[in-house]
């Protein structure tokens, strides 16, 4: 770490880089999320290099932020540090205390119930403990698991994709109708509904998307070379069966 703070001041010093010194906690953390996210990436590759670039660049901006936030207004790093660990002890009395937990489940229920006495003041909503920060996708799941544990879900997977359904003919009307504020909306809904089959699957939506694009990337990539290889463009209106036959290759080596 003392590594990484030398190189920030250094970037922060009057004769520092103008980008660097022009940084507050607030622009700052808009590219520690892109670098998690890149982290996300590079952890579906498997690759150790780039996971170690990435993990880098994420540690980079963390530190970094914490370095802007003791600068104005004077965050102390190491109270940081000693509250997040009172913390962890406290929500893990299984672990450093007398409590039980024999599976996943009771450790969250624990969890929750140790959250909820933390919490002295009663939410005024059920929906005031779920982060609003969050990505879209993140914050569906967030907000459907805390809503399906007060009983508002549905009883089994079946009645989920019938909902499902239910939206996706919706979807197709408001295309047919040509209305696109409408379709955005509905599709919206379906993107949501997809979330709980996801929840009720147990699925991670984000890891799921995440691993899916990191196949499409990398099939895509193979089929681009192997085309490219017999002179040909990745152009359906110009050799279609070329780009069928290179893809559904690119499908069996991946």
């Known amino acids: 770490m003392k590594e990484t703070r030398s190189i920030i001041k250094r970037l922060r010093a009057e004769d520092g880089c103008p980008w660097d010194r022009k940084q507050t906690p607030l622009t700052l953390v808009r590219y520690l999320i892109e670098e998690a996210y890149e982290l ?133 009307e408001a295309m047919d109708a040509k209305d696109k504020k409408a379709a955005s909306m509905e599709f919206g809904d379906l993107l949501f509904t997809l979330v709980n089959v996801a929840r009720f699957a147990g699925i991670d939506p984000n890891a799921a998307l995440a691993s899916s694009v990191a196949k499409f990337e990398k099939r895509y990539r193979l089929m681009e070379s192997m085309l490219a290889e017999k002179g040909l463009p990745v152009d359906r209106s110009v050799c279609a069966a070329q780009v069928d036959a290179g893809w559904d290759e690119a499908k069996q080596k991946t």
């Open 40 to 172: 996300q990436e590079a952890l579906h590759t498997e690759d150790h290099s780039h996971i170690e670039e990435e993990l880098g660049d994420t540690w980079f901006q963390m530190i970094f932020l914490i370095h802007l936030l003791e600068e104005n207004p004077g965050l102390d790093f190491s109270n940081v540090i000693k509250t997040n660990s009172e913390k962890m002890i406290r929500r893990h009395p299984h672990v450093f205390g007398d409590q039980r937990a024999e599976t996943v489940e009771d450790v969250k229920k624990t969890w929750e119930q140790v959250k909820t006495e933390e919490k002295k003041e009663k939410p005024a909503s059920l929906l005031d403990a779920v982060t609003s920060g969050t990505p879209p996708l993140t914050r569906a799941m967030d907000l459907s698991k805390v809503t399906a544990k007060a009983g508002f879900d549905w009883d089994n997977m079946d009645g989920v994709m019938e909902k499902l359904g239910e939206e996706w003919g919706e979807f197709k």
